[in-house]
């Protein structure tokens, strides 16, 4: 399939720019009177801003990612378990991540008198510590992962919510969705690799759980709730696909570019013109019968962000061809330290914690979008002096 060919530049850009955007509006928060385009729709609102396309599109470019990631370790001699306990390690990893994020978010009073902004620092500190990227020699790792596992416990334990309640998963979070899609995904494509006809198929399957487990525009369902299809897909953190299916489709993607790899350029972008158009089209068609909704999930929303993926992606892949690429060196670390630079806004929010500024009342619109956009390049430029000095997270 040739997977072992030099690094796909394409799919760096992709996932940098997602990233430097997921950051950006996450920090929209801090800023006030934005355009309802840049930000997130509501469940039962029929719709799609800026923020409901970039993670979708981040877990696309994840999809892209895995099968040169898994056939990238075949290549170099380990074997088909070492990989399923690599990927298992991986999953655990985001998804212990995930809940100490969200176990932030909402209301805070921890046994141990500290606030917010001190253990979003520690948080950060226990996961470097755990999960950084040590030189293979360097021979204090295993100490200093024990004492980065004894600070997240430290955390985990004195935890307490705004009413007293425990630390616990009330659900996975951002990394915790990342990781459990990457799970059943990665698994698929270890089970497909030498049928990867395969994993088109499991994309039309998982649709049809979405079209099947999604409520109708009309309040109705294909199904109704409660049955062994819904059952079964929430006992192995599917819920109704959506997430899934943007992972799949990345994978989807990856196999049609490898596929297409000795036709010629004009070709490959009529291909990924086509493809565009056929997944817009779709999304329109299923519009008629769901609402477009990211929270829910349904399938037009799917759709259009896939889409909207694989033109982002021609595109990018018709400028790396021609070696148009300059542009992105600014956001070179989000595409290739990008789970450090997702850590680093927690860094600045301790800080705004602790000095709990007064925002003057001019700092919204688009002003406010520009404040956005520079922190999201200081978050990028903070996580490449950071692996200017040996620090960068890897799971």
Same mark, same amino acid.
Request: include cysteine.
């Given at each position: ?190 089970? $497909?690799? *030498? ?9 039309? =399957? @998982? /649709?049809? +759980?979405?079209? %099947? ?47 297409? $790899?000795? *036709? ?9 013109? =086509? @493809? /565009?158009? +056929?997944?817009? %089209? ?64 927690? +860094? ?48």
């Amino acid at each position: 399939m040739g997977f072992l060919e030099k690094r796909n530049g394409a799919i760096d850009m992709l996932r940098g720019l997602t990233m430097f955007l997921m950051v950006l509006v996450n920090d929209l928060w801090t800023v006030g009177n934005v355009p309802e385009w840049i930000g997130h729709t509501t469940a039962n609102q029929d719709g799609m801003g800026l923020a409901d396309i970039v993670f979708p599109m981040f877990l696309f470019s994840v999809g892209m990612s895995i099968p040169y990631a898994i056939e990238r370790r075949f290549s170099k001699g380990q074997s088909g378990e070492g990989i399923l306990g690599h990927v298992l390690s991986r999953t655990l990893a985001l998804l212990l991540m995930g809940v100490f994020i969200v176990n932030s978010e909402g209301g805070f009073a921890p046994l141990g008198g500290f606030g917010k902004g001190l253990y979003w620092v520690l948080m950060v500190i226990g996961f470097f510590l755990v999960w950084n990227q040590y030189p293979k020699e360097f021979k204090p790792r295993k100490w200093l992962q024990v004492a980065g596992l004894a600070i997240l416990l430290f955390l985990a334990v004195t935890f307490r919510d705004g009413e007293g309640g425990l630390f616990r998963a009330s659900w996975w979070g951002i990394l915790g969705i990342i990781g459990w899609s990457y799970l059943f995904c990665a698994t698929a494509w270890m089970l $497909s690799r *030498k049928r990867p006809w395969i994993i088109p198929l499991l994309w039309l =399957s @998982v /649709v049809l +759980l979405n079209m %099947l487990t999604t409520g109708l525009r009309d309040g109705g369902r294909i199904i109704d709730g409660g049955n062994f299809i819904s059952d079964f897909a929430r006992a192995i953190h599917l819920g109704n696909g959506s997430s899934v299916l943007m992972v799949l489709g990345g994978m989807v993607t990856t196999l049609s570019d490898r596929k297409m $790899s000795q *036709k010629s350029e004009m070709s490959r972008i009529c291909t990924g013109i =086509s @493809v /565009v158009a +056929l997944l817009a %089209l779709l999304g329109w068609g299923s519009h008629q019968f769901w609402i477009t909704s990211k929270i829910i999930g349904t399938l037009p929303w799917c759709l259009y962000v896939s889409a909207i993926s694989v033109a982002l992606y021609t595109l990018l892949r018709y400028l790396e061809k021609r070696s148009w690429t300059g542009w992105f060196r600014p956001l070179a670390p989000a595409g290739k330290a990008t789970l450090t630079v997702y850590m680093m806004p927690y +860094l600045y929010y301790a800080l705004w914690v602790a000095l709990s500024p007064t925002m003057p009342s001019w700092l919204g619109g688009g002003i406010g979008i520009l404040k956005c956009t520079l922190f999201s390049l200081l978050c990028i430029a903070t996580a490449w002096l950071f692996g200017k000095a040996g620090l960068k997270l890897k799971i």
